[in-house]
């Protein structure tokens, strides 16, 4: 079932054209895997989609009764909610039912005088619960929330970190059941083991997704299709993952290499220009063994930062600093080896 489609979408933001004539459908179980540097548009696509951007152009159908909820790179949260009521800030009466039903069994033990009224009010929020099967939203919040590494689900939003706050934009865009997810950036800030966990989640999630990471793996292990943002505002499509869209880069190279016949090579007196030089192959090499350390250092502190509580300030300081500085290092060399590897086919 087509959950949305995308029709000549423009979007132009004066100086730049982001998107021209973009053009696409996204069914259920589409895992779609945006990619290009930064600037070409993908942040921009899914805020449009999401109805956060105006279009300058073209038309995005979304199909009646789809649920899409879109995660950006820095979610928007309430500080003075709990863990468990930012996570639940999108199940609407579904919550709201188990926390009346919760409120109804501790005045139960509380007010024995008032039994028949609890009790024919608690017969009723059952049924409700019941018929929209919300029993086990509670716990599949904790699950969740558990896999992402956060165990203390009344701790106050507004004193958590960077890190711990996207993880709990994460649970709460998982546990609204949407129809297809929108998400930018959701490895950023997470450990070695969130990672691997969400890894599987988005593998087995049987709604449409559309993702934007600059982490190779990830992509390679969740999305079936790659969006490519080129020069231009252009979208093109690979069906695969990232590793089978750079063999399909590679194979529309190949054609073009095979039209110079060694007669055009000799009758040529000045030498063949080649599409990338010796020296940016050593730098895409290069970069190629650089990402997966930096990635295993990143990988290093968040496990410190964001796995035991820590009580040094200093020390928290240093290493968020640091983790920044990893992040940025890590997007640019992706950036670069993207186009390296564009040129090189």
């Known amino acids: 079932m087509t959950l949305l489609t995308v029709r000549s979408l423009k979007k132009d933001f004066g100086i730049k054209e982001i998107l021209k004539d973009a053009s696409f ?12 540097t930064n600037g070409s548009g ?7 989609i999401a109805g956060l951007e105006a279009i300058d152009g073209g038309e995005i159908q979304i199909n009646s009764g789809m649920k899409i909820v879109y995660l950006p790179q820095q979610p928007d949260l309430d500080n003075d909610k709990t863990v468990l009521e930012q996570v639940f800030a999108d199940s609407g009466e579904s919550m709201t039912l188990i926390k009346e039903y919760e409120e109804l069994s501790d005045r139960l033990v509380h007010e024995p005088e008032n039994l028949d009224t609890i009790m024919e009010r608690l017969s009723r929020v059952s049924q409700q619960i019941d018929k929209l099967a919300a029993w086990d939203l509670e716990t599949n919040a904790k699950v969740i929330l558990s896999k992402l590494g956060i165990d203390n689900f009344n701790a106050r939003v507004g004193d958590l970190s960077g890190g711990y706050r996207k993880r709990i934009a994460i649970a709460t865009a998982l546990l609204a059941d949407p ?4 998400m930018d950036e959701p490895t950023n800030h997470l450990d070695a083991l969130s990672v691997e966990w969400l890894q599987s989640y988005l593998s087995r999630f049987r709604g449409g997704l559309l993702l934007i990471t600059h982490d190779r793996y990830f992509l390679d292990r969740v999305v079936d299709t790659i969006f490519a943002f ?3 505002g252009n979208i093109r499509q690979y069906p695969g ?10 194979e529309e190279e190949e054609p073009k290499e095979k039209k110079v016949t060694p007669k055009t090579v000799k009758a040529s007196p000045s030498p063949v220009n080649k599409k990338i030089s010796f020296k940016e192959k ?12 930096l990635e295993a250092k990143k990988a290093e502190i968040e496990q410190v930062l964001y796995g035991e509580p820590l009580e040094d300030f200093t020390k928290i300081t240093a290493l968020t600093e640091e983790l920044a500085q990893l992040s940025q290092k890590i997007d640019t060399l992706t950036d670069r080896w993207l186009e390296l590897a564009e040129k090189l086919g």
């Open 241 to 250: 993952n990232y590793s089978l869209y750079l063999d399909q880069k590679k």
């Open 42 to 48: 993908k942040s921009t696509l899914l805020k449009m």
């Open 230 to 232: 080129e020069t231009g």
């Open 179 to 182: 129809d297809c997810l929108l």
């Open 282 to 293: 050593k730098e895409y090499e290069d970069i190629e063994k650089q990402i997966p350390i």
């Open 25 to 36: 459908s996204l069914d259920d179980r589409d895992k779609v895997g945006l990619i290009g």
